[in-house]
């Protein structure tokens, strides 16, 4: 493990970053497979819980697919109003460097 390098990205770009260690439930192609698709979402909803719960503007997530299934397992907990976005879509932003 190298650390926390998205968070360190983030916080040079002058964000305030709480790191949330929890599993989103994605885990490559399982959660896709119909089979372990609403267990996936009893997982993911664990981690939304912790988020909903953490007073940030943000979420993001280094993995677009764990992002993904957070802002899937997060509609469905009715979570709303925060997608989760790549760190370094938050970076682009801060500097005003949004297309």
Known sequence: NIGFKSKELMECAGAQVEVIEKCSGHDGSWSAKSEFFPLSMLIAQKAVRVIEQAPADLVASDC????????????????????????????????????
Do not use: E, F
């Not at 677009?64 to 997060?74: E, H, K, N, V, Y």
């Not at 907990?77 to 801060?94: C, E, L, N, S, Y």
């Open 64 to 99: 677009p697919l764990a992002g993904l299934q957070l802002d899937q397992a997060g509609a469905m907990a009715h979570a709303g109003g925060r997608p989760t976005k790549h760190p370094i879509q938050i970076v682009r932003d801060a500097y005003g460097l949004s297309s």
